[in-house]
């Protein structure tokens, strides 16, 4: 989970965005880790893999709305797919006793992150 966690961190701080075709390799990669593993994640990968998750579908709806016919149908079934996983993995945080306000508090420190992960 640390390796995604990390490589989303390096797409939020790029200064140019990834082709269609790295942002579709890294989608499916999340995907399949998730598939393996999700029921098997201790607390703090399940914050890991939620920011991901997010991260993932808000770029996805984004691209989405700035993309043609074949890229923007990809797109959306991506951001799709994301919110389920993002459904997933919010939920157990819920059953954990977290609140909304702490999914938020937290989400903003781990965008800070990507500092200490350059360290």
Not at 52 to 70: P, V
């Amino acid at each position: 989970m640390q390796d995604l966690y990390v490589k989303i961190h390096e797409y939020l701080n790029m200064d140019e965005e990834i082709s269609f075709e790295e942002f579709d390799d890294y989608y499916k990669t999340v995907i399949k880790q998730f598939s393996e593993v999700s029921d098997d994640l201790v607390e703090e990968d399940v914050w890991k893999a939620l920011f991901i998750i997010e991260n993932l579908m808000s770029n996805a709806e984004s691209r989405a709305k700035e993309s043609k016919a074949a890229k923007q149908k990809k797109y959306k079934k991506m951001a799709d797919r994301s919110a389920l996983w993002a459904q997933n993995f919010a939920g157990r945080l819920y059953k954990l006793g977290y609140t909304e306000e702490q999914l938020n508090e937290r989400f903003e420190k781990m965008f800070q992150d990507y500092a200490n992960i350059k360290a």
